[in-house]
């Protein structure tokens, strides 16, 4: 029986094929596990979520101006390399497939970010409030953190499930080699790029905090005191001038936060003190302007 398009037959049909391709997402191999034991729902395939990054990326270089004064470029490269360098060394299987880059951009905002695939951007107003090199280690592990646990894919791959915009499944099948409309701006808002293209997608709560710790243990193992990101978020909550309550925001506000880091302490002192192969403690003050 073929049902008459825009009857309660056909509108119920179409909804009932809708739950039976989300059931399917759901139980197919997109839910993997994290690399912190967390299982997750990774929809997009990593060549195609890179892809995009690469894109964007060259799109934010061409628009936001890029910090021209060497000694900042030259000492937030040198931290940057060292958390790189002790990602790949002890989360290698992780980042196999990325190409790392950083570039620093000569904005008072007080931002970074980590794109899938490796690409890092830290605006120079975050650098007041790092203080150190350890407060901006802390800093850029966080953001690198979240590539590595593959946050971006995950929300990306939630919120195309709640719009119903799979590009029909082509992701699924990794035949889409560009996106397109909003299905590609959910994509770019999921990799934290917002506020570029209008709309955010804003990691969890429970994302935050999961890259709260592994950062710390990546600052750790490239030799800078963890302690130092307890300071750092001690330092955020004094320059945060309005509250907002928990319930009612995606950030863990700055008490839950620093009790969550103090908990992860212990383990990320023993990193510091057994497996970094430098110590650099704080290391220098950064210049800020």
Sequence with gaps: M???????????????????ISLSLLLSP?????????????????????QEADRAYTDIQKKEKICRNKNIARQVNKISE???????????????????????????????????GGK????????????????????????????????????ASR???VTGGLLGTGILLNKTKKLQGKD????????????????A?????RDELEADY????????AGYNPEESIQLWIRMAQSNKSYIPELLSTHPISKTRINALKKNLPECNELYNRKAQKHYGKGRALFAK
């Excluded at 825009?6 to 909804?15: A, E, F, P, R």
């Excluded at 990325?98 to 980590?114: G, I, L, P, R, Y």
């Design 2 to 20: 073929r049902l008459k398009k825009g009857s309660k037959m056909h509108k119920l049909n179409h909804c009932f094929v809708f739950i039976l």
């Design 201 to 205: 997608l804003p990691f969890s709560r």
């Design 120 to 155: 890092i951007g830290i605006y120079t107003g975050i650098l007041e409030l790092a203080v150190n090199e350890a407060g901006l280690a802390a800093v850029v592990g966080h953001e690198i953190s979240h590539a590595l646990l593959s946050h971006g894919n995950e929300r």
């Design 82 to 116: 060292r958390l790189i360098s002790a990602t790949k060394t002890w989360y290698w299987e992780y980042c196999e497939n990325f190409d790392w880059e950083v570039t620093v951009f000569q904005n008072k905002d007080a931002n970074a970010f980590c794109l899938p």
């Design 159 to 161: 919120r195309l499930i």
């Design 184 to 199: 590609k701006r959910i994509i770019l808002a999921a990799m934290g790029l917002g506020s570029t293209i209008g709309f």
């Design 30 to 50: 997109g839910c993997r596990t994290n690399m912190i034991g967390r299982s997750t729902l990774q929809l997009l395939p990593p060549t195609v979520l890179h």
């Design 214 to 221: 592994l950062g710390m243990k990546i600052m750790a193992l």
